[in-house]
């Protein structure tokens, strides 16, 4: 089992993986998941089996993005064509 990194590790990092995407948003492991097999978080994968890196800020707030669309009514499909557009 790996160790978690701390909150000061964390915030301190240009890349970070889902689960402390996780942490950071206070967003479900499953929805973030889905968002990233919809292609709505973008990530870096060197190799097949390596871990997917998020960079940190800008997958934070699209993540805040997205939240504030899904309060506002919007489905995934229309959340998609957002981030399309912007």
Same mark, same amino acid.
């Given at each position: 089992?790996?160790?978690?990194?701390?909150?000061?590790?964390?915030?301190?990092?240009? +890349?970070?993986?889902? !689960?402390?995407?996780?942490?950071?948003?206070?967003?479900? +492991?499953?929805?973030?998941?889905? +968002?990233?097999?919809?292609?709505?978080?973008?990530?870096?994968?060197?190799?097949?089996?390596?871990?997917?890196? +998020?960079?940190?800020?800008?997958?934070?707030?699209?993540?805040?993005?997205?939240?504030?669309?899904?309060?506002? !009514?919007?489905?995934?499909?229309?959340?998609?064509?957002?981030?399309?557009?912007?």
């Amino acid at each position: 089992m790996s160790r978690q990194r701390s909150m000061e590790a964390i915030l301190a990092s240009d +890349y970070v993986s889902i !689960g402390e995407l996780v942490r950071l948003t206070e967003s479900r +492991y499953s929805t973030l998941k889905h +968002y990233t097999e919809e292609g709505m978080l973008p990530y870096e994968q060197e190799e097949q089996n390596l871990t997917r890196r +998020y960079k940190r800020e800008e997958t934070v707030a699209r993540i805040q993005q997205i939240k504030e669309w899904k309060a506002q !009514g919007l489905s995934i499909p229309q959340i998609k064509e957002e981030l399309r557009a912007n």
